[in-house]
């Protein structure tokens, strides 16, 4: 069974800090990597895609993925008030499933002023 | 350039009766996917379209279906409404790429059963 893994939290830092929030995977043949945001009561956002192993950056988010260890990681640096929300990662192009994609459960980050 | 759209905004049933919500795709799109989210919880994977065939479904009962028309716009089905069909439904549109692309979720239709 494909699965996506992330900590549920509560994540809380304080305005300022870096949040890190991580992603497991099971399946080897996944190829891109997403990371939503998802406000209460609104739908999930695109915020990053990530297909190769290393870094991307785009503005204050960087993925990180590691195919290798099948990790995939999301950092907001200088976390404002307005980044709590839950972030969901998700997975796709996994091997023999096409376009299917796969969201892990989600991670609730909570930045504190 | 337009995003998923979705209709209606709410939408208010009561128990046994059937339920009709609406996506239409970002314009190039052609895969649509149907997703469950209760209060409080994960996504649920309901239903894949692609190119006017079902490609996939979710662990849902068979009272959940759907179709794809011609201009790839899709729409969801919930007969013989349950309490716990309470939710909200996220459509959301993806463009079937070698090695995957992104998905694009639309704002959601919020039922609720009586």
């Known amino acids: 069974q494909k699965e996506v893994e992330q900590n549920s939290g509560p994540l809380s830092v304080p305005e300022g800090a870096i949040a890190s929030l991580n992603c497991t995977y099971s399946d080897r043949g996944s190829q891109s990597f997403f990371w939503y945001r998802q406000y209460s009561g609104k739908s999930p956002e695109l915020i990053m895609f990530?297909?190769?192993?290393g870094d991307k950056e785009d503005g204050r988010f960087t993925a990180q993925l590691n195919k290798a260890s099948q990790y995939v990681s999301l950092l907001i640096r200088d976390s404002q008030p307005s980044d709590s929300a839950t972030y969901l990662c998700?997975?796709?192009?996994?091997?023999?499933?096409?376009?299917?994609?796969?969201f892990g459960t989600g991670t609730s980050l909570t930045v504190i002023p | 350039e337009a995003g998923v759209t979705q209709s209606p905004t709410h939408l208010i049933k009561t128990r046994g009766q059937q339920a009709t919500l609406r996506c239409s795709p970002i314009s190039g799109h052609t895969s649509v996917y149907w997703y469950q989210q209760a209060l409080g919880l994960g996504l649920q994977f309901l239903l894949w379209y692609d190119e006017g065939e079902e490609r996939n479904r979710g662990n849902f009962p068979p009272r959940f279906s759907g179709r794809q028309f011609p201009n790839y716009s899709s729409e969801l089905n919930v007969n013989a409404l349950e309490l716990e069909d309470s939710a909200l439904y996220l459509c959301?549109?993806?463009?079937?790429?070698?090695?995957?692309?992104?998905?694009?979720f639309g704002p959601g239709t919020r039922l609720t059963v009586l």
């Open positions: 990530i297909y190769s192993n």
């Open positions: 959301a549109s993806s463009l079937w790429a070698s090695g995957g692309s992104a998905q694009y």
């Open positions: 998700a997975v796709n192009g996994e091997s023999g499933t096409g376009n299917q994609f796969y």
